[in-house]
């Protein structure tokens, strides 16, 4: 059984950074998609970027382009999504996401195109 873990989120000063990082056991995701979604209060979870299998191809949302990066290590079976440039408007939950597509070259955008959730980190912007 997959289990993602997240961690790294906190409380930090608009303009500040954090760096998220997922780990995942069960089985190697090496092979899989990953991506990042959030959610804050009263809002749907929405998408914030994904990388391919190879880490050859990432996605951003318009909202955290070039502010935020995502990056994997399939060596190690993680993937990490660094933060900079924070604003108050990126509050929320954030959670880790894999899907169940082997070496599939379309990347989902969509929460229903990923089966396995961590339980979400939260991150606190303040202004």
């Known amino acids: 059984q997959v289990q993602l873990v997240e961690s790294g989120g906190g409380l930090v000063q608009a303009g500040g950074s954090l760096r998220l990082s997922c780990a995942a056991s069960?089985?190697?995701?090496?092979?899989?998609?990953m991506g990042w979604f959030r959610q804050a209060p009263g809002k749907e979870r929405e998408f914030v970027a994904a990388?391919?299998?190879?880490?050859?191809?990432?996605y951003y949302a318009d909202s955290v382009k070039g502010r935020f990066t995502i990056s994997r290590d399939n060596a190690k079976n993680t993937v990490s999504l660094q933060m900079n440039s924070l604003k108050p408007e990126d509050t929320a939950v954030y959670y880790c996401?894999?899907?169940?597509?082997?070496?599939?070259?379309?990347?989902?955008?969509?929460?229903?195109?990923?089966?396995?959730w961590g339980q979400g980190t939260q991150v606190t912007v303040s202004s």
């Open positions: 990388i391919n299998w190879s880490g050859g191809s990432t």
């Open positions: 996401a894999a899907t169940d597509l082997f070496r599939v070259t379309a990347t989902p955008m969509l929460p229903t195109g990923y089966r396995y």
């Open positions: 069960g089985r190697t995701l090496s092979n899989n998609a």
